[in-house]
C-alpha cells in the first residue's frame, strides 16, 4: 500500500517520493544484478542505470501496485544489456569477496562457494529465475511477468535448476 502512494506521488514529480522507493529497493536490486553480471561495480552502473530508466519512465507504469515487478524487469533488461554488450566472464571467485563484505552470507565458508558455482553452473534463465524467487523473494506470478514467460516455465525452470544445483551439491 505504501509503495503506492510513493509511485503515485512520483509520478506527479515528487523526487522525495522516487528516492525512498529508491532507498526500498536499491539492495534488492543491487544483489539480483549481482548474481547475474557476478561484478560488484557493473551491478552497481546497472542498478544506476535501472533507477535513471525508471525515474524517467515512472508514468508508463500502469498499475502502482506492481512497481516492485516493473522495476525489477528493468533491471533484468538492463542487466542482459549489459551482458551482451561486454561479453565478458567473470569468475565466481571473483564476487564471493563482494557478497561477504555486503553481508549476503553470514557465514563465508565452502558450502558458500560451492553454492555460488552451483548456481553458475545454471543457464542464464534459470538461473535469473531462482535468484529472483529465493534472493528477491519474487511470487512465481511476478517472476513470469519479470520474465516475459508463461507461470509454468518459470516453475519448470526453478525445479529443473534446484535438481541441477542438487547433482552438484
Keep these: 500500500m505504501e509503495d503506492e502512494r510513493l509511485v503515485a506521488a512520483a509520478k ?3 523526487s ?21 553480471l557476478r561484478s560488484g561495480w557493473d551491478a552497481l552502473d546497472v542498478c544506476q542505470e535501472t533507477f535513471l530508466k525508471a525515474f524517467s519512465s515512472i508514468d ?13 524487469k528493468i533491471l533484468i533488461n538492463k542487466s542482459n544489456d549489459h551482458l551482451r554488450k561486454s561479453k565478458k566472464t567473470v ?3 571473483n564476487y564471493v569477496e563482494d557478497l561477504k563484505s555486503l553481508g549476503f552470507f553470514e557465514k563465508y565458508d565452502d ?21 529472483l524467487r529465493y534472493f528477491q523473494d519474487l511470487s512465481i506470478k511476478e517472476i513470469a511477468q519479470v520474465m516475459n514467460c508463461p507461470e509454468g516455465t518459470v516453475k519448470s525452470r526453478i525445479s529443473n535448476g534446484l535438481k541441477e544445483m542438487r547433482l552438484l551439491l
Design 12 to 14: 506527479k514529480g515528487n
Design 16 to 36: 522525495k517520493a522516487f528516492g525512498t522507493l529508491v532507498d526500498r529497493y536499491h539492495n534488492q536490486l543491487y544483489f539480483t544484478a549481482l548474481g547475474i
Design 60 to 72: 508508463t507504469l500502469k498499475d502502482n501496485s506492481k512497481f516492485k515487478a516493473w522495476i525489477t
Design 91 to 93: 569468475l565466481v571467485e
Design 111 to 131: 558450502i558458500s562457494i560451492d553454492l555460488l558455482k552451483a548456481l553458475d553452473s545454471l543457464n542464464e534463465q534459470t538461473r535469473t529465475a531462482i535468484y
